[in-house]
């Protein structure tokens, strides 16, 4: 009795769970089937209220949190994968938490005579959706039903340059280059170039940044998805919020 009572209690649950798997299976399979797109802080006020009490969470300019930085934002310009201009602004913004971080590095790699200097940091979110509808591969580009640590201003694309030149460490590919030449294990590469890529790595974890394996140059802040909303504002209304401060 004691067994078949047991039976009959697992029944029902075990019931479900195939219930629900075969329910997952065909939401998933199911061409028409369209998953929820993430929460998106589009607005002004709404972004207001997300940050209200939390410093860490504010959107900083990072020339002015590191006065030193070099910043050439490749989607200002054709010279990207997408060979179109995705930002009429030249200004990097992150979030203070990423921004104090990344001022740190700058300040390590100074004590070798040499800085950093970024490619992209904050994106907005319809940006990422354009580049989606180019590269429709996770280990590149950001899938929007997932969104972007650069839709968080919790990533960061950079290298290394001189400070007395300003001209950039050799590094093993040019920045987007989707190729294994470009992933952190490619190690057919000339030993300059592999010490360079390492000297990257070691100051951005050393301050806080997790690498993506797939791309040398980017760098985010740990469980950014968890402590930031995606974020779709313009680099304008992010001028005037940081001018109000």
Same mark, same amino acid.
Request: charged share 20%; hydrophobic share 40%; no cysteine.
């Given at each position: 009795?004691?067994?078949?009572?047991?039976?009959? !209690?697992?029944?029902?649950?075990?019931?479900?769970?195939?219930?629900?798997?075969?329910?997952?299976? %065909?939401?998933?399979?199911?061409?028409?089937?369209?998953?929820?797109?993430?929460?998106?802080?589009? &607005?002004? =006020?709404?972004?207001? %209220?997300?940050?209200?009490?939390?410093?860490?969470?504010?959107?900083?300019?990072?020339?002015?949190? $590191?006065?030193?930085? @070099?910043?050439?934002?490749?989607? *200002?310009?054709? &010279?990207?994968? /997408?060979?179109?201009?995705?930002?009429?602004?030249?200004?990097? !913004?992150?979030?203070?938490?990423?921004?104090?971080a990344l001022k740190n590095v700058n300040?390590?790699?100074?004590?070798?005579?040499?800085?950093?200097?970024?490619?992209?940091?904050?994106?907005?979110?319809? @940006?990422?959706?354009?580049?989606? &509808?180019?590269?429709?591969?996770? =280990?590149?580009?950001?899938?929007?039903?997932?969104?972007?640590?650069? +839709?968080?201003? *919790? *990533?960061?694309?950079?290298? $290394?340059?001189?400070?007395?030149? +300003?001209?950039?460490?050799?590094?093993? /590919?040019? !920045?987007?280059?989707?190729?294994?030449?470009?992933?952190? +294990?490619?190690?057919? %590469?000339?030993?300059?170039? #592999?010490?360079? =890529?390492s000297l990257l790595r070691n100051v951005?974890?050393? &301050?806080?940044? @997790?690498? #993506?394996?797939?791309?040398?140059?980017?760098?985010?802040?740990?469980? *950014?998805?968890? =402590?930031?909303?995606?974020?779709? #504002?313009?680099?304008?209304?992010?001028?005037?919020?940081?001018?109000?401060?």
């Amino acid at each position: 009795m004691r067994h078949e009572s047991r039976v009959n !209690f697992l029944f029902p649950t075990f019931l479900v769970v195939i219930t629900f798997s075969h329910f997952a299976f %065909l939401s998933y399979s199911n061409p028409f089937y369209k998953p929820k797109q993430p929460p998106v802080i589009n &607005n002004v =006020r709404t972004y207001k %209220l997300s940050i209200k009490g939390d410093s860490t969470k504010w959107m900083v300019l990072v020339q002015k949190i $590191i006065t030193q930085a @070099v910043v050439q934002l490749k989607y *200002a310009e054709k &010279n990207n994968f /997408t060979g179109t201009v995705l930002y009429t602004d030249t200004t990097a !913004f992150l979030r203070y938490s990423a921004a104090i971080a990344l001022k740190n590095v700058n300040d390590d790699l100074a004590l070798l005579g040499l800085g950093i200097k970024v490619f992209d940091a904050y994106r907005p979110y319809s @940006v990422t959706k354009k580049m989606w &509808n180019l590269v429709h591969d996770e =280990r590149y580009a950001a899938n929007p039903l997932k969104g972007s640590g650069h +839709n968080r201003g *919790a *990533a960061v694309d950079v290298t $290394i340059v001189k400070k007395s030149s +300003n001209e950039e460490l050799e590094m093993p /590919t040019p !920045f987007d280059d989707f190729t294994e030449k470009a992933h952190h +294990n490619y190690m057919s %590469l000339p030993k300059q170039v #592999l010490e360079n =890529r390492s000297l990257l790595r070691n100051v951005m974890v050393k &301050n806080g940044f @997790v690498a #993506l394996e797939t791309e040398w140059w980017h760098y985010s802040l740990p469980k *950014a998805s968890e =402590r930031y909303e995606l974020l779709d #504002l313009s680099f304008e209304q992010l001028k005037q919020l940081t001018s109000e401060k």
